[in-house]
Structure formats: C-alpha cells, structure tokens
C-alpha cells in the first residue's frame, strides 16, 4: 500500500495517476479487480454523454433568463439615483437585455428577421405559432428594439408568473396576465401586443409537422374587434427542429390536463437556422365577427407553416438533385 506522503510517480517505476488511484479505491473499498468496474461506468459515461447533452443543452436558455435576471437587479441598485432624472428607468436595462439575447440568437441560431416592414406603426396584435420553448419570441422582441426601437408586450401563461425569480423580468418587459380587458385597454393605448393562442398546450403537445393546437380560443380575435387593431401573422421557421419535447407520450399529455403544469421534458438546444417572418396584418373591419376573425387568421398561419415547410422541402430536393 502507498504511504500517506509516497508520490504515485515516487520509487524506480513511476505509475499513472489512473493505476494509482485505482489501487487506492482497490484498498479502500475492498473490491477486487475494482478496474473492470470503473472500465465499465468510463464505458457507460462515454454511451450516455451525448444523450445527456440533448437533454441538458435547454438548460442554457434557463441560464440565460436568469442571468437576465441577475443583471436587472445590478441594473436596479446601479441606477436607483437616477431614476428621477429619467424619462423611463428601464429603457437602458432592455437594450442591455436585447443586445444579449440578440447576440445569443445570432451566434448559436444565426437568427433571422423578415418582414418587421410589416408591423404598423401604432397598435396591433401579433399572433404567434408557440415553439417548444419562447426564444424564438425572445429573439423577435430583442432585434425588434434593437433595429426598429419597437417594444412588444406578450401575454403569458399563469404559470410564468410563479416562477422564482422571474418577477423583476417580467415587471420589466411588460408581461400581462392576459385578460381581455388588460389586453384591449392596453391595444388602445397605442401598445404591440404579442400572444399565442395555442398557448403552453402547443409548446408542449405540437410535432415535427407544426400542428396548430388552439382548440376553441376566439378570444384575441375578440381582442382586435374590441381595440380595433389589425392581427399581424408571425411563424418562425425551425423553431420546432431546435428544441423538441416528449409530448407524444400520452400519459404526460394527460397528467398535463389535470394539474396544468409544463412537467414534459425538452430535448435538443441545436444551432439550427431560424427565421422569423412576419406576414401582412389582417385588418380590423367592422362587421366581422371573433369566429370569422380566428378562421382568418388561422389560415393565415396555416399559409406561413405551409410555405416555410415547402420552401425548405424544395431547397432539400435541390441540393439531393446537385449531388
């Protein structure tokens, strides 16, 4: 046995590291050939790192919301001197968020704006297609204040507002509870006002073909009625091949509809292309009604789906046919 104050590398024949440390665990523990074991578990890790990575890479966009949130609490107490001088106390700390998110998006997804030409200058309702998780919402606002000085307010799941920590984040980006009135009262005071009707049960329970899951929920399409605002169609392309989720299993669909908690695992993280098109507003007429509206503006997103999903299609059958 190897004394307390022996080097591993000590004596005439120096050993590694690994066969000291394996002779010292032999010792300890009394296991004989304890190197086959721990061959067996450096096995293991090695067959199970790369599923471990798929299922941990999500992760960092957890990091990134509170470090969000961690840099809005230094912004706080750095500027609560100030906050009387200035027009809007927070105006600094969303572009300081905006650069980070909008860096984050253009690094790892090459992230991609079309048709921002196509948000009005005043009030409107953007209506979304949920990915599995919101960054590709995040992105959007991000370049959207960064580019066009435009801030967007969205509607969240009550859920959201129980998360620890997340308070100060969503006080500060105008997160709303979603309630028709806050919405339309909000919509007439000249606000950007983002929602997605498919809501988490989309994020969670849609697939690889982008099914649009809003069941019976008319209630945005009331919203524009009542503010008399256009819907502007949005849909961001990938969203659903950067981070996927277990939804097809049926027990975690029906555990979901008893206690209305997002217990699904999320796979994936990749650095996949992601674009974000903005489609031409549906226009606030007068004599249609909230059912006409939503079968509207549920074609429409149908349309972006569609045409997104045959453009890439199209670029895959081209390349196979180059090759």
Known sequence: MIGGNESCTAGPIPVSYLTCLTHILREWTGVEHIEDYLSYAVYLLWVLFPLAVVFLLPGVLVILF??????LHIYKRKNELKEAY??????????????????????????????????????GLIVFYHGATPADYVYFTARLLIE????????????????????????????????????????????????????VREALFSDEMYTIIW????G??????????PIIPMFTQNVREGVRTLGGIKILRSLYERIRLPIVPLYGGFPVKLRTFIGEPIP?????????????????EACQIEQTCVHKLLKFNTIKKLR
């Not at 509170?66 to 840099?71: D, N, R, T, V």
């Not at 105006?91 to 079309?114: F, K, N, P, S, V």
């Not at 606030?284 to 429409?300: D, V």
Request: with cysteine; charged share 25%; net charge neutral.
């Open 86 to 123: 200035s027009n809007d106390f927070w105006d600094g700390a969303r572009q300081m968020l905006a650069t980070l998110w909008d860096g984050h998006g253009r690094i790892w997804h090459g992230y991609e704006l079309h048709g921002a030409e196509n948000i009005p200058e005043g009030p």
């Open 215 to 218: 069941g019976n929920r008319k």
């Open 148 to 199: 066009r000085k435009r801030y967007c307010h969205v509607v969240a799941d009550h859920f959201v507002f129980r998360l620890p920590g997340f308070k100060i984040l969503l006080d500060v980006h105008g997160v709303m509870h979603g309630p028709k009135e806050e919405c339309v009262s909000a919509l007439k005071k000249g606000y950007l006002i983002a929602i997605a009707p498919g809501g």
């Open 284 to 300: 606030y007429e007068p004599n249609i009604t909230a059912e006409e509206l939503t079968a509207k503006k549920h074609t429409a």
């Open 220 to 229: 945005f399409a009331q919203v524009a009625i009542d503010a008399k605002v």
């Open 66 to 71: 509170y470090a969000s949130i961690l840099l």
